[in-house]
């Protein structure tokens, strides 16, 4: 059984924000059209072999041509926002590393009608600029391990935060740098697929470079707006913790997957174990002098991605290695950690494999709310892969999933009650949708997406999180 706190309160606090999250490339489909050239994502996921079952975002959700059926959704739901991502190559389709070339109108306008369709239903709008769908031609030019595609990446930034600014409640510049540079670098199962342990921490380094571009672009075209970024940070516990060469893996990979973007975003330094760490790897001589004070740029909120918990220790070298990470077979996203097995825990998991244990979240809103005194907390994601459980009555009854959202919100109450200033919840995700190398044979939603009609139906934990958003308080599951 997971480990289910009670809360002292079952309230949540006045005027907390409830939402839901997609992103462009899970759910738009409709990738050739209004002048959107290709990203990454599309070359990857049309590369065979690399996503499950050869599904592709050709499709997706039809969300591109369904967005005021979706806003009315959220509506019936009563959820009070939407994190949804811009892609990239629907505004800049002719992006090249040395310029970012025309504005296209009609992705603007795209966007444009999505935030009016939100406004109108009283939903507030929170973008994220960047989910992972970089235009072609910039990985063609060495993406993110090429410092131009942070500094293109400003100048987008500033034509979505313009067209934007003035309706839009909250923007994020990244999401999941972490997945973008190491999954896409280093483990090769995310686009573009490369396995360059080395090129992940150039793409590190250029995507905190990014963000402070952005952050700075936001701050000065969308004055009005509040400026984010999204993190997955990892909650790493040593398996014994009186080994210190178990305390010492998992430091290792908190510096990895954590302070190496924490560091430069909220102190303005790259923390000198990771450095040291990764010697052998790179030496780090892509960072510029003046890259510190471009990436540490005043933050309004950090949101947090939070799924499953991570137990490590030493790997002594004998024996088979274990790696609870889902990468035994390949290539690690774990630069330089050799000597680190993660272990397969106990206990009860999701569809994706991955173990659950809510504590993970309290614990890492409250070090955000110590280390980033003053900043707005978000848990911008948070969900669960569950199979379809159909009823007779053609309703997908997902009381794991509930039971999951269940323990998740009460860990948010925990941190809330312990001192983060925790303003809003997004449930990942809306709708079923494309995930990544599994394609759409795992499902996230909290409303059910038929593939062949495209019919949407909320799910039986939707309607528990409808009531729970109507409320401002957790409920019982039953
Ligand atoms: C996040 N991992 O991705 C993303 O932000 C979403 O787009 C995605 O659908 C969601 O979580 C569920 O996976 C992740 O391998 C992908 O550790 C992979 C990992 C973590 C997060």
New binding site residues.
């Given amino acids: 059984e997971p480990p289910t706190s009670e809360p002292v309160t079952t309230r949540f606090p006045e005027g907390f924000l409830w939402g839901s999250a997609t992103?462009s490339y899970?759910v738009e489909g409709a990738v050739t059209e209004d002048g959107r050239t290709p990203s990454i994502w599309d070359t990857f996921s049309h590369t065979p072999g690399k996503v499950q079952d050869g599904d592709t975002g050709d499709v997706a959700d039809d969300h591109y041509h369904r967005v005021r059926e979706d806003v009315a959704l959220m509506r019936d739901l009563g959820l009070r926002s939407y994190r949804f991502s811009v892609a990239w190559p629907r505004i800049t389709p002719h992006v090249t590393a040395d310029a970012l070339g025309d504005v296209e109108q009609r992705g603007l306008d795209f966007y444009a009608g999505l935030v009016d369709e939100l406004m109108a239903a009283g939903i507030a709008p929170a973008v994220t600029l960047y989910?992972w769908d970089l235009p072609q031609a910039l990985e063609d030019a060495g993406g993110w391990t090429d410092r131009r595609t942070a500094e293109r990446f400003g100048e987008y930034a500033a034509v979505v935060a313009r067209a934007l600014g003035d309706r839009v409640r909250t923007f994020i510049t990244l999401?999941?740098p972490w997945?973008a540079a190491y999954?896409g670098y280093a483990a090769g199962v995310h686009a573009p697929g490369r396995t360059e342990p080395a090129s992940a921490l150039a793409a590190v380094h250029h995507l905190n470079l990014a963000h402070g571009l952005a952050a700075r672009a936001v701050r000065e075209h969308a004055p009005d707006a509040e400026v984010a970024v999204t993190l997955?940070l990892g909650w790493f516990r040593a398996e014994d913790p009186t080994s210190d060469a178990d305390v010492d893996a998992a430091r290792r990979v908190d510096g990895l997957q954590n302070r190496v973007f924490l560091g430069p975003m909220l102190h303005g330094e790259y923390p000198s174990d990771v450095l040291e760490d990764t010697c052998e790897v790179t030496d780090w001589s892509f960072v510029r002098v003046g890259d510190a004070d471009v990436i540490r740029q005043p933050l309004d909120a950090v949101g947090l991605?939070y799924?499953s918990p991570t137990v490590v220790r030493h790997w002594t070298g004998v024996g088979q290695k274990q790696s609870a990470?889902?990468h035994g077979d390949g290539a690690s996203p774990w630069v330089a950690c050799d000597d680190v097995e993660f272990l397969e825990l106990p206990g009860p998991r999701t569809e994706?494999g991955w173990s659950i244990d809510p504590r993970g979240m309290s614990e890492l809103l409250l070090r955000l709310s110590r280390e980033a005194p003053g900043v707005d907390l978000y848990v911008t994601?948070n969900g669960m892969a569950a199979p379809d459980v159909v009823g007779d009555d053609g309703v997908v009854h997902d009381a794991d999933r509930t039971a999951y959202l269940h323990d998740h919100l009460a860990a948010v109450l925990d941190a809330v009650e312990g001192g983060a200033p925790v303003k809003g919840y997004f449930v990942?995700?809306l709708l079923d949708n494309f995930?990544?190398a599994y394609g759409y044979s795992k499902r996230?939603g909290v409303v059910h997406v038929d593939y062949e009609t495209q019919a949407r139906t909320p799910k039986d934990s939707a309607r528990w999180y409808s009531r729970v958003a109507a409320g401002n308080e957790l409920l019982p599951t039953a």
């Fill in positions: 992103a899970q989910h999401n999941e997945c999954l997955n991605n799924y990470d889902g994706m994601e990942w995700s995930e990544w996230f």
